[in-house]
Protein backbone atom coordinates (compact mmCIF):
# COMPACT_ATOMS: atom_id res chain seq x y z
CA UNK A 1 0.00 0.00 0.00
CA UNK A 2 0.97 3.45 -0.84
CA UNK A 3 0.63 5.44 3.03
CA UNK A 4 1.28 9.27 2.65
CA UNK A 5 2.12 11.73 5.81
CA UNK A 6 1.36 15.17 5.06
CA UNK A 7 2.98 18.22 7.09
CA UNK A 8 0.54 19.56 10.13
CA UNK A 9 -0.98 22.47 8.81
CA UNK A 10 -3.51 23.31 11.91
CA UNK A 11 -1.90 26.81 13.54
CA UNK A 12 1.21 25.81 16.09
CA UNK A 13 0.61 22.11 15.61
CA UNK A 14 3.72 20.01 16.02
CA UNK A 15 3.23 16.34 16.05
CA UNK A 16 3.51 14.23 12.77
CA UNK A 17 1.37 11.14 11.33
CA UNK A 18 4.40 8.44 11.42
CA UNK A 19 7.72 8.96 13.43
CA UNK A 20 10.43 7.35 11.36
CA UNK A 21 10.61 4.08 13.15
CA UNK A 22 6.86 3.85 12.36
CA UNK A 23 7.62 4.13 8.88
CA UNK A 24 10.55 1.88 8.91
CA UNK A 25 7.63 -0.74 10.01
CA UNK A 26 5.86 -0.47 7.35
CA UNK A 27 8.66 -0.52 4.32
CA UNK A 28 9.60 -3.75 6.58
CA UNK A 29 5.86 -5.08 6.14
CA UNK A 30 6.24 -4.27 2.12
CA UNK A 31 4.54 -1.02 2.26
CA UNK A 32 5.89 2.36 0.14
CA UNK A 33 5.14 5.60 2.17
CA UNK A 34 5.39 9.02 1.44
CA UNK A 35 6.78 12.19 3.88
CA UNK A 36 5.99 15.56 3.19
CA UNK A 37 9.34 17.65 3.32
CA UNK A 38 9.81 19.13 6.96
CA UNK A 39 6.91 17.24 8.35
CA UNK A 40 8.57 16.19 11.77
CA UNK A 41 11.44 18.87 11.35
CA UNK A 42 10.12 20.81 14.58
CA UNK A 43 10.13 18.14 16.61
CA UNK A 44 13.47 16.42 15.41
CA UNK A 45 12.14 14.09 12.86
CA UNK A 46 14.71 15.23 9.35
CA UNK A 47 14.00 14.48 6.51
CA UNK A 48 16.92 12.54 6.14
CA UNK A 49 15.58 10.47 8.98
CA UNK A 50 12.55 9.19 7.26
CA UNK A 51 14.85 8.68 4.02
CA UNK A 52 17.39 6.57 5.60
CA UNK A 53 14.10 4.21 6.71
CA UNK A 54 12.86 3.75 3.05
CA UNK A 55 10.52 6.85 3.24
CA UNK A 56 10.11 8.69 -0.10
CA UNK A 57 10.30 12.46 1.10
CA UNK A 58 8.07 14.38 -1.29
CA UNK A 59 7.56 18.08 -1.83
CA UNK A 60 3.92 19.08 -1.52
CA UNK A 61 0.68 17.69 0.43
CA UNK A 62 -1.27 17.91 -2.83
CA UNK A 63 1.31 15.25 -4.12
CA UNK A 64 0.28 13.38 -1.03
CA UNK A 65 -3.21 13.28 -0.87
CA UNK A 66 -3.03 12.38 -5.00
CA UNK A 67 -1.23 9.23 -5.07
CA UNK A 68 -1.59 7.49 -1.20
CA UNK A 69 -4.00 5.05 -0.91
CA UNK A 70 -4.06 5.82 3.10
CA UNK A 71 -3.61 9.28 4.77
CA UNK A 72 -1.97 9.42 8.11
CA UNK A 73 -2.20 12.65 10.36
CA UNK A 74 -2.64 13.70 13.31
CA UNK A 75 -5.08 16.52 13.76
CA UNK A 76 -8.98 16.49 11.87
CA UNK A 77 -8.17 17.68 8.05
CA UNK A 78 -8.57 20.72 7.45
CA UNK A 79 -11.00 22.37 4.57
CA UNK A 80 -8.15 22.86 2.52
CA UNK A 81 -7.39 18.67 3.31
CA UNK A 82 -10.56 17.52 3.00
CA UNK A 83 -10.68 18.84 -0.32
CA UNK A 84 -8.09 17.11 -1.89
CA UNK A 85 -9.27 13.25 -0.32
CA UNK A 86 -10.53 11.01 -3.12
CA UNK A 87 -12.93 8.41 -3.36
CA UNK A 88 -12.28 5.34 -1.67
CA UNK A 89 -8.75 6.79 0.19
CA UNK A 90 -8.36 5.84 3.71
CA UNK A 91 -7.49 8.52 6.34
CA UNK A 92 -6.66 7.42 9.48
CA UNK A 93 -6.27 10.33 12.12
CA UNK A 94 -7.77 12.35 14.51
CA UNK A 95 -11.62 13.56 13.25
CA UNK A 96 -13.87 15.16 16.08
CA UNK A 97 -16.38 15.21 13.73
CA UNK A 98 -19.66 15.97 15.99
CA UNK A 99 -19.32 19.53 16.46
CA UNK A 100 -18.05 19.88 13.28
CA UNK A 101 -20.40 19.64 10.50
CA UNK A 102 -18.37 21.32 7.59
CA UNK A 103 -15.43 19.21 7.66
CA UNK A 104 -18.00 15.97 7.99
CA UNK A 105 -19.86 17.30 4.86
CA UNK A 106 -16.63 17.79 3.15
CA UNK A 107 -15.95 14.47 4.22
CA UNK A 108 -18.56 13.09 2.79
CA UNK A 109 -18.71 14.93 -0.70
CA UNK A 110 -14.99 13.24 -1.18
CA UNK A 111 -16.35 9.59 -1.34
CA UNK A 112 -13.28 8.19 1.40
CA UNK A 113 -12.77 6.23 3.93
CA UNK A 114 -12.54 7.98 7.11
CA UNK A 115 -11.47 6.32 10.06
CA UNK A 116 -10.86 8.39 13.33
CA UNK A 117 -8.81 7.88 16.20
CA UNK A 118 -11.24 8.67 18.61
CA UNK A 119 -13.80 6.40 18.70
CA UNK A 120 -11.21 3.35 17.96
CA UNK A 121 -11.86 0.82 21.08
CA UNK A 122 -10.93 -1.79 23.02
CA UNK A 123 -11.70 -4.62 25.00
CA UNK A 124 -11.79 -3.25 27.91
CA UNK A 125 -14.38 -0.60 27.01
CA UNK A 126 -11.48 2.15 26.39
CA UNK A 127 -10.42 4.09 23.59
CA UNK A 128 -6.91 3.07 23.55
CA UNK A 129 -5.98 5.87 20.91
CA UNK A 130 -7.37 8.67 23.09
CA UNK A 131 -5.86 7.34 26.22
CA UNK A 132 -2.10 8.50 25.38
CA UNK A 133 -2.80 11.81 24.52
CA UNK A 134 -5.00 11.55 27.82
CA UNK A 135 -1.79 10.80 30.13
CA UNK A 136 0.45 13.16 28.17
CA UNK A 137 -2.03 15.49 29.23
CA UNK A 138 -2.37 13.87 33.18
CA UNK A 139 1.34 14.44 33.64
CA UNK A 140 2.11 17.73 31.97
CA UNK A 141 -1.18 18.99 34.51
CA UNK A 142 0.81 18.82 37.24
CA UNK A 143 3.99 20.16 35.41
CA UNK A 144 1.94 23.21 34.52
CA UNK A 145 0.33 23.50 37.71
CA UNK A 146 4.00 23.57 39.57
CA UNK A 147 4.50 26.02 37.69
CA UNK A 148 1.69 28.44 38.05
CA UNK A 149 2.22 27.86 41.49
CA UNK A 150 5.31 29.76 41.52
CA UNK A 151 5.23 33.81 42.60
CA UNK A 152 5.50 35.23 39.70
CA UNK A 153 3.01 33.16 37.85
CA UNK A 154 0.40 33.92 40.60
CA UNK A 155 0.65 31.85 42.30
CA UNK A 156 1.11 31.32 45.88
CA UNK A 157 4.59 30.95 45.85
CA UNK A 158 4.67 27.03 47.10
CA UNK A 159 7.13 24.49 46.19
CA UNK A 160 5.14 21.38 44.94
CA UNK A 161 6.83 18.87 46.87
CA UNK A 162 7.89 21.30 50.26
CA UNK A 163 11.15 20.08 51.70
CA UNK A 164 12.30 18.86 54.89
CA UNK A 165 10.70 20.85 57.61
CA UNK A 166 8.11 22.23 55.46
CA UNK A 167 4.97 20.54 53.96
CA UNK A 168 4.29 20.22 50.22
CA UNK A 169 1.48 21.15 48.04
CA UNK A 170 -2.10 19.81 48.77
CA UNK A 171 -3.28 18.61 45.31
CA UNK A 172 -6.95 17.65 44.62
CA UNK A 173 -7.29 15.72 41.47
CA UNK A 174 -10.91 15.76 40.74
CA UNK A 175 -11.68 12.70 38.52
CA UNK A 176 -9.68 9.63 38.46
CA UNK A 177 -9.65 8.11 34.90
CA UNK A 178 -6.56 8.12 32.68
CA UNK A 179 -5.97 11.80 32.86
CA UNK A 180 -6.41 11.83 36.77
CA UNK A 181 -3.99 8.58 37.59
CA UNK A 182 -1.43 10.18 35.30
CA UNK A 183 -1.68 13.53 37.27
CA UNK A 184 -1.87 11.39 40.97
CA UNK A 185 1.10 9.22 39.51
CA UNK A 186 3.28 12.82 39.12
CA UNK A 187 2.35 14.98 42.22
CA UNK A 188 3.12 11.63 44.07
CA UNK A 189 6.42 11.36 42.51
CA UNK A 190 7.19 15.25 43.27
CA UNK A 191 6.27 14.71 46.65
CA UNK A 192 2.75 16.16 47.43
CA UNK A 193 -0.35 15.50 49.40
CA UNK A 194 -2.36 14.20 47.27
CA UNK A 195 -6.11 13.91 47.09
CA UNK A 196 -8.31 11.62 43.88
CA UNK A 197 -12.02 12.46 44.05
CA UNK A 198 -14.12 10.01 41.62
CA UNK A 199 -18.02 9.02 41.48
CA UNK A 200 -16.93 5.65 40.47
CA UNK A 201 -15.85 2.95 43.54
CA UNK A 202 -14.53 0.75 41.25
CA UNK A 203 -11.43 3.71 40.03
CA UNK A 204 -11.01 4.62 43.67
CA UNK A 205 -10.47 1.14 44.14
CA UNK A 206 -8.16 0.90 41.96
CA UNK A 207 -6.65 3.89 42.88
CA UNK A 208 -5.65 2.90 46.39
CA UNK A 209 -4.66 -0.64 45.20
CA UNK A 210 -2.27 1.21 42.76
CA UNK A 211 -0.68 3.92 44.89
CA UNK A 212 -1.71 2.72 48.62
CA UNK A 213 -1.77 4.67 51.65
CA UNK A 214 0.06 7.81 49.61
CA UNK A 215 -3.03 8.90 48.59
CA UNK A 216 -6.58 9.90 49.82
CA UNK A 217 -9.17 8.37 47.51
CA UNK A 218 -12.19 10.35 48.37
CA UNK A 219 -16.02 9.39 46.79
CA UNK A 220 -17.42 12.64 44.76
CA UNK A 221 -19.79 14.60 46.45
CA UNK A 222 -20.51 18.33 46.64
CA UNK A 223 -19.69 18.25 50.03
CA UNK A 224 -16.34 16.67 49.62
CA UNK A 225 -15.74 18.47 46.84
CA UNK A 226 -15.72 21.73 48.95
CA UNK A 227 -13.93 20.51 51.77
CA UNK A 228 -10.90 19.63 49.65
CA UNK A 229 -10.72 22.33 47.04
CA UNK A 230 -11.43 24.55 49.80
CA UNK A 231 -7.54 23.92 51.28
CA UNK A 232 -6.14 22.84 48.07
CA UNK A 233 -2.89 24.57 46.47
CA UNK A 234 -3.39 22.96 42.96
CA UNK A 235 -6.68 21.75 42.23
CA UNK A 236 -6.42 19.29 38.68
CA UNK A 237 -9.96 18.89 36.63
CA UNK A 238 -9.94 15.41 35.13
CA UNK A 239 -13.77 14.62 34.75
CA UNK A 240 -15.06 13.21 31.84
CA UNK A 241 -19.35 12.83 31.50
CA UNK A 242 -18.83 10.41 28.01
CA UNK A 243 -20.66 12.19 25.35
CA UNK A 244 -21.66 14.91 27.14
CA UNK A 245 -20.14 18.55 28.89
CA UNK A 246 -18.08 18.59 31.53
CA UNK A 247 -20.13 18.64 35.05
CA UNK A 248 -19.15 21.84 36.43
CA UNK A 249 -17.72 20.57 39.93
CA UNK A 250 -16.08 23.57 41.42
CA UNK A 251 -18.68 26.75 41.40
CA UNK A 252 -18.03 31.00 41.07
CA UNK A 253 -19.49 30.64 45.10
CA UNK A 254 -16.72 27.82 46.17
CA UNK A 255 -13.83 29.65 44.02
CA UNK A 256 -14.20 32.68 46.01
CA UNK A 257 -13.51 31.08 48.97
CA UNK A 258 -10.18 29.21 47.87
CA UNK A 259 -6.86 30.33 49.07
CA UNK A 260 -6.05 33.57 46.75
CA UNK A 261 -2.72 32.01 44.62
CA UNK A 262 -4.14 28.68 44.20
CA UNK A 263 -3.92 27.00 40.93
CA UNK A 264 -7.00 25.17 39.33
CA UNK A 265 -5.48 23.17 35.80
CA UNK A 266 -8.65 22.29 33.74
CA UNK A 267 -7.42 19.39 31.53
CA UNK A 268 -11.60 18.62 30.87
CA UNK A 269 -11.41 22.21 28.87
CA UNK A 270 -11.68 20.47 25.77
CA UNK A 271 -15.13 19.26 27.13
CA UNK A 272 -16.35 22.68 28.47
CA UNK A 273 -14.45 22.43 31.48
CA UNK A 274 -15.69 21.65 35.05
CA UNK A 275 -14.94 24.56 36.83
CA UNK A 276 -17.69 27.67 36.15
CA UNK A 277 -15.15 29.96 35.32
CA UNK A 278 -12.93 27.82 33.14
CA UNK A 279 -12.67 29.00 30.08
CA UNK A 280 -10.01 27.54 27.06
CA UNK A 281 -6.77 29.37 26.81
CA UNK A 282 -3.96 28.85 24.05
CA UNK A 283 0.03 27.60 25.04
CA UNK A 284 0.71 31.16 23.65
CA UNK A 285 -1.30 32.60 26.68
CA UNK A 286 -2.15 29.59 28.97
CA UNK A 287 -3.45 31.34 32.23
CA UNK A 288 -5.59 33.93 33.38
CA UNK A 289 -6.71 34.71 37.05
CA UNK A 290 -10.26 35.24 38.92
CA UNK A 291 -10.65 36.15 42.21
CA UNK A 292 -6.80 35.60 43.31
CA UNK A 293 -6.99 32.16 41.31
CA UNK A 294 -4.37 31.17 38.83
CA UNK A 295 -6.30 29.07 35.46
CA UNK A 296 -4.72 27.05 33.16
CA UNK A 297 -7.17 26.03 30.52
CA UNK A 298 -5.37 24.77 27.70
CA UNK A 299 -7.66 22.71 25.61
CA UNK A 300 -4.68 20.68 23.37
CA UNK A 301 -1.99 20.10 25.98
CA UNK A 302 -0.31 17.53 24.25
CA UNK A 303 0.26 20.06 21.92
CA UNK A 304 2.60 21.64 24.02
CA UNK A 305 5.01 18.90 24.23
CA UNK A 306 4.79 17.11 20.41
CA UNK A 307 7.52 15.13 20.46
CA UNK A 308 6.77 12.69 23.18
CA UNK A 309 3.16 12.56 21.96
CA UNK A 310 3.68 11.67 18.67
CA UNK A 311 5.91 8.82 19.63
CA UNK A 312 2.75 7.60 22.10
CA UNK A 313 0.55 8.18 19.58
CA UNK A 314 2.36 6.20 17.18
CA UNK A 315 3.04 3.69 19.68
CA UNK A 316 -0.51 3.16 19.89
CA UNK A 317 -1.78 3.99 16.12
CA UNK A 318 1.35 1.79 14.69
CA UNK A 319 -0.79 -1.60 15.57
CA UNK A 320 -3.81 -0.74 13.28
CA UNK A 321 -1.90 1.23 10.55
CA UNK A 322 -0.43 -1.98 9.88
CA UNK A 323 -3.14 -3.84 10.04
CA UNK A 324 -4.64 -1.75 7.51
CA UNK A 325 -1.96 -1.62 5.12
CA UNK A 326 -1.71 -5.50 5.30
CA UNK A 327 -5.45 -6.77 5.02
CA UNK A 328 -6.92 -3.62 3.15
CA UNK A 329 -9.37 -1.95 4.71
CA UNK A 330 -12.23 -4.63 4.03
CA UNK A 331 -10.41 -7.48 6.00
CA UNK A 332 -8.67 -5.18 8.73
CA UNK A 333 -11.89 -4.21 9.80
CA UNK A 334 -14.31 -7.75 9.37
CA UNK A 335 -11.41 -9.13 11.58
CA UNK A 336 -11.08 -6.34 14.24
CA UNK A 337 -14.54 -5.27 15.33
CA UNK A 338 -12.46 -2.25 17.35
CA UNK A 339 -11.03 -0.96 14.33
CA UNK A 340 -14.92 -0.97 12.99
CA UNK A 341 -15.81 1.10 15.91
CA UNK A 342 -13.47 4.16 14.46
CA UNK A 343 -15.06 4.34 10.53
CA UNK A 344 -16.54 7.38 10.74
CA UNK A 345 -17.78 8.37 6.95
CA UNK A 346 -17.98 5.66 4.38
CA UNK A 347 -18.09 6.63 1.06
CA UNK A 348 -20.51 9.29 1.65
CA UNK A 349 -22.38 7.75 4.87
CA UNK A 350 -22.31 8.32 8.12
CA UNK A 351 -21.29 5.16 10.23
CA UNK A 352 -20.46 5.91 13.88
CA UNK A 353 -24.05 6.41 15.73
CA UNK A 354 -22.94 9.23 18.20
CA UNK A 355 -21.37 10.94 15.46
CA UNK A 356 -24.74 10.60 12.95
CA UNK A 357 -26.85 11.94 15.85
CA UNK A 358 -24.22 14.83 16.85
CA UNK A 359 -24.99 15.80 13.12
CA UNK A 360 -28.67 14.93 12.81
CA UNK A 361 -27.41 12.46 9.94
CA UNK A 362 -28.74 8.94 8.97
CA UNK A 363 -27.09 6.38 10.22
CA UNK A 364 -25.62 3.43 8.74
CA UNK A 365 -24.22 1.07 10.26
CA UNK A 366 -20.37 0.37 9.52
CA UNK A 367 -20.93 -3.24 9.53
CA UNK A 368 -23.40 -2.61 6.86
CA UNK A 369 -20.63 -1.30 4.16
CA UNK A 370 -18.08 -2.87 5.06
N1 LIG B 1 -6.94 19.59 27.62
C1 LIG B 1 -6.35 18.63 26.95
O1 LIG B 1 -5.40 18.84 26.21
C2 LIG B 1 -6.82 17.22 27.12
C3 LIG B 1 -6.02 16.14 26.72
C4 LIG B 1 -6.47 14.83 26.96
C5 LIG B 1 -7.72 14.64 27.58
N2 LIG B 1 -8.48 15.72 27.91
C6 LIG B 1 -9.79 15.60 28.60
O2 LIG B 1 -9.61 15.22 29.95
C7 LIG B 1 -10.85 14.69 30.43
C8 LIG B 1 -10.59 13.40 31.19
O3 LIG B 1 -10.18 12.40 30.26
P1 LIG B 1 -9.85 10.91 30.71
O4 LIG B 1 -9.22 10.25 29.55
O5 LIG B 1 -9.14 10.90 32.02
O6 LIG B 1 -11.33 10.33 30.94
P2 LIG B 1 -11.70 9.02 31.78
O7 LIG B 1 -13.04 8.59 31.29
O8 LIG B 1 -10.58 8.05 31.79
O9 LIG B 1 -11.85 9.56 33.28
C9 LIG B 1 -12.86 10.45 33.68
C10 LIG B 1 -13.18 10.19 35.13
O10 LIG B 1 -14.10 11.22 35.58
C11 LIG B 1 -14.91 10.61 36.54
N3 LIG B 1 -16.07 11.45 36.81
C12 LIG B 1 -17.13 11.70 36.01
N4 LIG B 1 -18.01 12.52 36.64
C13 LIG B 1 -17.47 12.81 37.85
C14 LIG B 1 -17.88 13.59 38.96
N5 LIG B 1 -19.04 14.25 38.96
N6 LIG B 1 -17.06 13.63 40.05
C15 LIG B 1 -15.89 12.98 40.06
N7 LIG B 1 -15.45 12.21 39.05
C16 LIG B 1 -16.24 12.13 37.97
C17 LIG B 1 -15.24 9.24 35.93
O11 LIG B 1 -15.73 8.34 36.93
C18 LIG B 1 -13.88 8.83 35.37
O12 LIG B 1 -13.13 8.05 36.29
C19 LIG B 1 -11.72 14.52 29.17
O13 LIG B 1 -12.61 15.62 29.10
C20 LIG B 1 -10.73 14.55 28.05
O14 LIG B 1 -11.31 14.96 26.82
C21 LIG B 1 -8.06 16.99 27.69
Same mark, same amino acid.
Given at each position: ????????????????????????????????? %????? /????????????????????????????????????????????????????????????? *???????????????????????????????????????? %???? /??????????????????????????????????????????? /??????????? *??????????????????????????????????? *????????????????????? %???? %???????????? *???????????????????????????????????????????????????????????????????????????????????????? /?????????????
Amino acid at each position: MLIGVPKEVKNHEYRVGLVPGSVRELVTNGHQV %MVQRG /AGAKIGFEDAAYAHVGATIVETAEEIFKRADMIIKVKEPQAQECKMMRENQILFTYLHLAP *DPEQAKLLQDSGCIAIAYETVTDRHGGLPLLAPMSEVAGR %MAIQ /AGASCLEIAKGGSGILIGGVPGVAPAKVVVLGGGVVGTNSVRV /AMGMGAQVVVI *DKTIQRLYHLDLQFGSKITTIYSTTDAIEEHVLSA *DLVIGAVLVPGGHAPKLVTKA %MLKK %MRPGSVMVDVSI *DQGGCFETSRPTTHQDPTYVVDGVVHYCVSNMPGGVPRTSTFALNNATLPFILKLANLGYKQAMHEDAHLLNGLNVFKGKVTHKAVAD /ALSQEYIAASSVI
